[in-house]
């Protein structure tokens, strides 16, 4: 096996491990979380508020739903990717394939100005959408990084160091 298939398959079974780790876990339940509670708020409470609200933030909620949707959409699909890859059925260079079809700058929300007139619940949701896809975006890039070519001299062990840091860094 040469030194670059070899690098290569020690990356793959690091960016495995991650998706089996504690920190992995806990994203994934926060979440899918998020998309049951945001669903439920949808079709509940956030319908009765979105009833009460004058016709340009009607719109703006219905915007702003909708792109919150879409987010919550392709981040769940992350990581139900993902966890695939920690369960086994599927490889992490099958998922790296696959994800292409996922778009993590998927549906950023609109302008300040508007979000700061919509019921406080939706902005908290938007909020905290925002801040998983930003954990999600910075997990990606740890996981599907492609290796690098190790210097000749060093510690070959400070890049996934570094990598690992960044991940879990908030």
């Given amino acids: 096996?040469?030194?670059?298939s070899q690098g290569e398959s020690a990356l793959v079974q690091f960016s495995e491990r991650l998706t089996n780790s504690a920190a992995f876990g806990t994203l994934f339940r926060e979440g899918m979380d998020l998309v049951e509670e945001t669903a439920a708020y949808l079709d509940g409470e956030g319908r009765t508020e979105a009833k009460a609200?004058?016709?340009?933030?009607?719109?703006?909620?219905a915007t702003e739903s909708m792109r919150l949707t879409t987010r919550l959409m392709q981040l769940?699909?992350?990581?139900?990717?993902?966890?695939a890859v920690k369960e086994?059925?599927?490889?992490?260079?099958?998922?790296?394939?696959?994800?292409?079809?996922?778009?993590?700058?998927?549906?950023d929300p609109g302008a300040a100005?508007?979000?700061?007139?919509?019921?406080?619940?939706?902005?908290?949701?938007?909020?905290r959408s925002m801040t998983l896809q930003t954990k999600v975006r910075r997990l990606d890039v740890t996981i599907h990084t492609p290796p690098t070519e190790?210097?000749?001299?060093?510690?070959?062990?400070?890049?996934?160091?570094?990598?690992?840091?960044?991940?879990?860094?908030?």
Avoid: C
């Avoid at 609200?53 to 909620?61: G, I, K």
């Avoid at 769940?76 to 990717?81: F, G, K, V, Y």
């Avoid at 086994?88 to 549906?107: D, F, H, W, Y």
């Avoid at 100005?113 to 949701?125: A, G, S, V, Y």
């Fill in 1 to 4: 096996m040469s030194d670059h």
């Fill in 53 to 61: 609200l004058d016709r340009a933030v009607s719109l703006t909620y």
């Fill in 76 to 83: 769940a699909s992350w990581l139900l990717l993902h966890r």
């Fill in 88 to 107: 086994g059925e599927m490889t992490l260079i099958q998922a790296n394939r696959e994800k292409t079809k996922v778009k993590l700058s998927a549906a």
């Fill in 113 to 127: 100005d508007m979000i700061e007139k919509l019921p406080q619940q939706l902005q908290d949701l938007i909020a």
């Fill in 150 to 170: 190790r210097p000749a001299i060093g510690n070959p062990l400070v890049p996934q160091l570094n990598r690992l840091k960044a991940a879990f860094e908030n």
